[in-house]
C-alpha cells in the first residue's frame, strides 16, 4: 500500500517499475513510515513466537534471521558459534553490550542427515542457556522456530531486518529466500554467493553487508591445501573458547554430546571454512550494530533493496525463457 501510494499499482503486474520508489531513499516520512510496517510485521512475529515457543521477544531488537534446509554448507553452524561468542563475551566482560538481537532459526534436516540434527540439538540447547540468562537476555534471545514452511515463511520474512545468506562462497547454486528477503525490505548479511552476488550488483553493495572469502579464495585454498582450522584455534581466543564450550558450558551439559561437531570441525579440516570467515563474519555483525543505531540511513538501505528487486521476479525470468530460448511472440 505504501509503494502503490507513491507510485501507483501498475508495479504489481510489472515489477519493474518498483524501481520508481527508489525516489523517496530521502523521504523521511515515507522511511519513518516503512519502519512503523516493519514493527507491525515485527509486533505479528512476536505474538507467534510467544504463543507456541513460549518466548518473549522484543520487538525492538534486531531480527536476524537464517531460515533455509539445515546443512552444512549452508552453516548454521557459524551463525550459533557467533551467538555463543557474543554470550561468552557478554558474560566475561560487563561493559561489552550488543544492540538488542533477536536470532531467528527455521529449518529441516532429513531424517538420516545425522550431523545437521546435531546441529539444529546445539541450537536448542544454547537458546535455553541464553534466553534464561537475565544478565543478558534483553540483549540476545535465540529462537527456533519449529516445522519451518511456507505459511510461516509468510509471517518471518515481512518481520526480518536482517537476511543472514552466509553459505561457503561456490556453494550455493542460487539461493531464493535471499530475494523475498530483498523484496521485503530486509538487508543481506552475506558471502559473495549465488543470488547474493545479484543483489550486491542491483541494490549497491553498500546496501548490503558482505562478508568473507569469494569463490576464487576457496577454491585456491581447496587446491592449496593451506588451511588448518587447529592454526585458528590456537591463535584466536574467541575460536578456542566457542569449541571449548561444546565440552564445557551449560549446553554442552558435561558430556560428550557435540563432540561429533568438534570432530568434523576440527579433525576434518573445516570443511565450509567456518573458521576461516569467523572474524569477517564478527565484523560484518558489527557494522549491522552500527547501521542499525542511524533508523533513517538503515530504512533507506531497505528501500534500496525493494526499489531494486524487480529483477527476481518470475516474471521477468519467464519472459526471458519465452523471448530468448522458445523464441516466442506475445499475444496481443
Request: hydrophobic share 40%; with cysteine.
Amino acid at each position: 500500500d505504501l509503494i502503490t501510494s507513491k507510485i501507483g499499482d501498475s508495479w504489481i503486474t510489472d515489477m519493474d517499475k518498483i524501481k520508481a520508489f527508489e525516489k523517496y531513499s530521502n523521504d523521511k516520512k515515507v522511511l519513518d513510515t516503512m519502519s512503523e510496517i516493519k514493527l507491525e510485521n515485527k509486533k505479528k512475529l512476536a505474538a507467534y513466537v510467544k504463543e507456541h515457543n513460549g518466548i518473549d521477544v522484543d520487538v525492538n531488537s534486531i531480527f536476524d534471521v537464517q531460515i533455509k534446509r539445515l546443512h552444512a554448507y549452508k552453516r548454521q553452524l557459524m551463525n550459533v558459534f557467533h551467538i555463543i561468542y557474543l554470550y561468552q563475551r557478554m558474560k566475561s566482560d560487563p561493559n561489552f553490550r550488543i544492540y538488542p538481537r533477536t536470532f531467528f532459526f527455521g529449518a529441516k534436516a532429513a531424517p538420516s542427515y545425522t550431523y545437521a540434527k546435531k546441529i539444529i540439538e546445539l541450537i536448542l540447547a544454547v537458546a535455553n542457556v541464553v534466553n534464561d540468562d537475565e544478565e543478558t537476555n534483553k540483549y540476545l534471545k535465540v529462537v527456533f522456530i519449529e516445522n519451518y514452511g511456507v505459511t510461516l515463511a509468510e509471517m518471518i520474512i515481512p518481520a526480518a531486518d536482517v537476511s543472514e545468506q552466509i553459505s561457503t562462497a561456490g556453494k550455493e547454486a542460487s539461493g531464493t529466500s535471499n530475494m523475498k528477503f530483498m523484496m521485503n525490505g530486509a538487508i543481506t548479511l552475506g558471502t559473495l554467493d549465488g543470488g547474493n552476488i545479484e543483489i550486491a550488483e542491483l541494490a549497491g553493495k553498500e546496501n548490503c553487508v558482505i562478508f568473507g572469502m569469494n569463490e576464487k579464495e576457496v577454491e585456491a585454498h581447496n587446491l592449496n591445501g593451506d588451511y588448518n582450522p587447529w592454526d585458528v584455534y590456537n591463535s584466536d581466543s574467541r575460536v578456542k573458547n566457542i569449541m571449548d564450550s561444546l565440552f564445557s558450558s551449560a549446553w554442552a551439559d558435561g558430556d560428550n554430546n557435540f563432540r561429533m561437531i568438534f570432530d568434523e570441525i576440527m579433525n576434518r579440516r573445516d570443511e565450509y571454512y567456518i573458521f576461516a570467515d569467523f572474524d569477517s563474519y564478527v565484523k560484518a555483525h558489527e557494522k549491522i550494530d552500527q547501521l542499525y543505531r542511524d533508523s533513517h540511513k538503515w530504512q533507506a538501505m531497505c528501500l534500496a533493496n525493494i526499489a531494486n528487486s524487480g529483477h527476481f521476479s518470475s516474471d521477468r525470468t519467464i519472459e526471458e525463457y519465452a523471448t530468448e530460448i522458445w523464441k516466442l511472440k506475445k499475444v496481443k
